[in-house]
């Protein structure tokens, strides 16, 4: 054999050796379909159960085109790689995952593979839902085979070269899917477990507010330091929190239970539905996610503790002068701002006291301009506060003028940078997911019919 | 001392600049078809319109206003000539109380103007910032469609005062 021969045939071999080991890694089987289940095989305890999982996963919020019927999918999710379309996990034979048995329904939400046994991008947040428990998997599974049927065919993703492959899903997990269920720490209570059980599994708090990599997965040494979604900030949820005042257990449980808290305000943006979603589970649960979620945004050091001290001293005395500095932001924010945020009234009847919020608050101005440009709409069937947009009286510079003023009035913090261009930005994407979005929309407007299977 | 242009005209307004608009069209300029409602912007019943936008007065200060045009439902007709929007709202007898009705027809109105043609849920997405107590909610939809249509012909019948000057 010659030496050039020789150098051929071991590339040949490592092909082939390295094309069977993608195989091996990337291949899965397809699991048999089934026949629909009939909804009424399932037990009304069990299906109950699995309701409130789902709102704590926050299913429907991604598994739902605003204005669609729920859990139908085809909600755009842009990605820096692409655009995902969300999937249809209704129980429609054709469709849905009508089709799918309890055991290819867990494989899914442990791995990441569907029926057929195609890799599923990790949009979906199987590098979360992997700790979720068997029974937990099971109350899943009896919820969302109980559910309408909507005939609605998937939408083909937009991703380029060579991302539309789903073998380089599998590459992908071999890095960043670390199997397994969660493990209690025994040091801890049981409440603690239970939260750090839902925050790090099912709730994939970290989807949003950790921020990702390269490759899109999330920093293992960043854990909660703050991320994007749908360009809003996702804030930092540890120690790296800029809300003015330090959040405890008490006031992580009243915010995600009623939706805003009158030292830290109102959650909008994306968070709206989670909170909206937390409103309608077992009250333990939330407060077990209050408790873990205190852990991790720490004790706060004295010299926090005095800051959060000193803005609520603040926001309770009377206003001080505004600066003339800015004359232009200043006359916008007296007419069009203090009537509801001097108001006195605590949230949600009364703007926050801006002192107070983390959005000024925040080294990421996103989120102000955000709100200024969009306002805060009423949640269907919800003591929900509400915000007049101002996209249509304010232009950009008048926008820019607020954000300094308010940055500059309500904050110690060093003026932002770069306002121009995040307003403009900002006028820019709201108005395509206005497009997109018309607030919250399967909370049922009754509350009485919450708790029903 | 300020600039403020409204229905066509300027006029020098002797005010401060964080002023409301809604105080300077009822008190100085004597127009009143946008009213007083919440005062926060939650209620809709002060909507004008601002360079082709339907914007809530009351939480909207003269400084936002430089070199923009206002219009106010006294902008559109008059009595006797009344715009497109005004005869459909009475030919629909939209108005119960009416408290709410001048806001109502400027965010319609801002809403034909970009979009002729709008479905029922555009027209009700649109409105849906505008409240009334009175419920006559089906007769202001039905008017807003009434009004598309009327606008479609208004090139043909004599009160041609539908767009906002």
Known sequence: MTKSGLIGGIFVALCVGGAAAAFAIAWRPAIAAVDPPRPQSFDASLVKRGRELAAIGNCGDCHTLRGGKSFAGGLPVPTPFGTIFSSNITPDPETGIGRWSETAFRRAMRSGVDRDGRHLYPTFPYDHFTNVSDEDDAALYAFMMTREPVRAPARENQLSFPLDHRVFVAGWKLLFLHRGSYRPDSAKSAEWNRGAYLVEGLAHCGACHTPRNALGAERVSASFAGGDVDNWQAYPINAQSPSPVPWDADALFTYLREGSHPDHGTARGPMTQVVSNLSQVSSSDVHAIATYMADVFGAPTPDRRRQGEAALAQAKSAPAAPLQANAAGASIYAAACATCHESGRPPPYGGINLGLSTAVASPDPRNLANIVLSGVRPVEGERSPIMPGFAASMNDAQIVALLNFLRARFSNQAPWAGVEKIVEDARRTQTALLQTSAGPRDAPADASQRNKP | ?165
């Open chain 2, 1 to 165: 001392m300020m600039t403020l242009k409204v229905n066509g005209q300027t006029y020098q307004i002797d005010a401060e600049a964080d002023t409301p608009l809604l105080y300077v069209l009822r008190d100085d300029l004597k127009l009143n078809a946008a009213k007083f409602g919440c005062g926060l912007g939650q209620c809709g019943s002060c909507t004008v319109i601002i360079d082709g936008k339907a914007v809530l007065s009351c939480v909207t200060p003269l400084v936002l206003l430089e070199g923009k045009q206002v219009t106010t439902l006294e902008g559109l007709g008059t009595m006797s000539e009344p715009a497109p929007i005004q005869r459909a709202f009475m030919e629909e007898q939209a108005a119960q109380c009416g408290y709410c009705i001048a806001g109502m027809m400027m965010r319609a109105q801002a809403l034909l103007q970009k979009n002729s043609k709008p479905t029922d849920d555009e027209i009700r997405t649109e409105l849906q910032p505008n409240l009334c107590r009175c419920g006559t909610h089906m007769r202001i939809l039905r008017a807003v469609r009434r009004a598309a249509r009327l606008m479609d012909t208004a090139e043909l019948s004599p009160s041609n005062q539908g767009s906002a000057r």
